[in-house]
Every structure is written in structure tokens, then in C-alpha cells.
């Protein structure tokens, strides 16, 4: 489906009025939905698929992955959400996990930045200079 650039504005500006202090609000998001519903303006379908968009996005750009070769340590967890929290701001939702295959180091993605210091992406960087 076509979206018109008036429909993209709307969409930006009902998503920039969900935002507070700078982090989505899920309630403000399902009232701008359900009004949006209810008023039904000319190519509302086009507004809310712009709308859902710009959330999916804002959702991947908030949301870190962080795996290590072994659990960490509470310590070692709070000083990466510090970090993160540093470099992205507020309202990062965090998950930690085990990946046995890395050998050891970390290995981050937060939305589409990947941060890889593992010890297996080393050795696959070193096989493919050889």
C-alpha cells in the first residue's frame, strides 16, 4: 500500500505525541490508536500502518541483547545495563543469555548496532585473513 505524505506526517506526529521524556508510552499509544479508530479520517489505514512502523522501530532501537560464553555475574550485569544506559538512555530493555559457541567475550546488539568481542568472531576474522 501507498503511503501519502500526509499520512507519514500524521503518522510521525501521533507517534512524537506517544513519546515521554523520550521513551514510548504503551498507553498513549493504544489511546492514539483507539482515536484514530473512532474519528476514521481520510486514509486512516495509511496513518496506522506508518504509526505501527515507527513503533516497531523505536521498539528494535530499545531493546539489547546481550550474550556471553558464561553467566555472568550480577556485578558484571549491572555495569553493562550502566553502560547502556550511558550510551542509548532511558528505557532500554535488556536481556542476558548464554552462548556456549562464542568461547568467551561478549557479544551486543542494540537495535541494528552489533558490538561482537568475542572470542569466535575473532577467530573467524583471523581464518578469513589467512
Excluded: W
Aim: hydrophobic residues 35%; glycine residues 6%; aromatic residues 4%.
Amino acid at each position: 500500500m501507498k503511503i501519502t505524505k500526509q499520512s507519514r506526517r500524521e503518522g510521525k506526529h501521533l507517534f512524537q505525541s506517544c513519546l515521554q521524556d523520550g521513551v514510548l508510552d504503551e498507553s498513549k499509544v493504544r489511546t492514539a490508536v483507539q482515536m484514530v479508530i473512532d474519528r476514521k479520517p481520510r486514509g486512516y489505514v495509511a496513518i496506522l500502518s506508518h504509526l505501527q512502523r515507527l513503533v516497531r522501530l523505536d521498539v528494535e532501537r530499545r531493546t539489547a541483547r546481550v550474550q556471553s560464553a558464561q553467566a555472568l555475574t550480577p556485578a558484571q550485569e549491572t555495569e553493562v545495563r550502566n553502560d547502556l544506559a550511558r550510551r542509548y538512555g532511558p528505557g532500554l530493555a535488556i536481556s542476558f543469555s548464554q552462548e556456549p559457541a562464542l568461547v568467551g567475550g561478549l557479544r551486543i546488539q542494540v537495535g541494528s548496532d552489533v558490538y561482537d568481542g568475542s572470542v569466535q568472531a575473532r577467530l573467524s576474522a583471523l581464518r578469513e585473513s589467512f
